[in-house]
């Protein structure tokens, strides 16, 4: 375990990679689950590429743009994949390798 919050959302995954930053897993609670969707909600933070080039990686791949009510001041993107799961792509925590 990497770290807790205070919500009780918990980091986990490796302090140290092989040769840079690796991804590390972020386990949330939601109060309700929500009919119709997944309970497991994705949060995607590149180590390897601002969230500009991600963005533009993931939509080649098939990712879509998903409008749950944002304002257009987030700084995540929601997105869903080729099978309609919904996950959000974060602002790049880590400077890029």
Same mark, same amino acid.
């Given at each position: ?8 959302? *918990? ?16 386990l ?13 909600h994705?949060? *995607? ?32 993107? *929601?997105? *869903?994949?080729?099978e ?14």
């Amino acid at each position: 375990m990497l770290d807790r919050e205070d919500d009780g959302s *918990v980091e986990i995954g490796p302090r140290d990679g092989f040769g840079g930053p690796q991804p590390t897993i972020i386990l949330s609670r939601g109060d309700e689950p929500e009919q119709g969707k997944s309970r497991l909600h994705i949060d *995607v933070n590149a180590t390897d590429r601002d969230q500009d080039a991600e963005l533009e990686r993931l939509l080649k791949l098939g990712a879509r743009p998903a409008d749950i009510g944002q304002t257009g001041q987030e700084q995540w993107h *929601v997105l *869903v994949d080729p099978e309609g799961n919904e996950f959000c792509l974060l602002k790049a925590r880590l400077n890029p390798l």
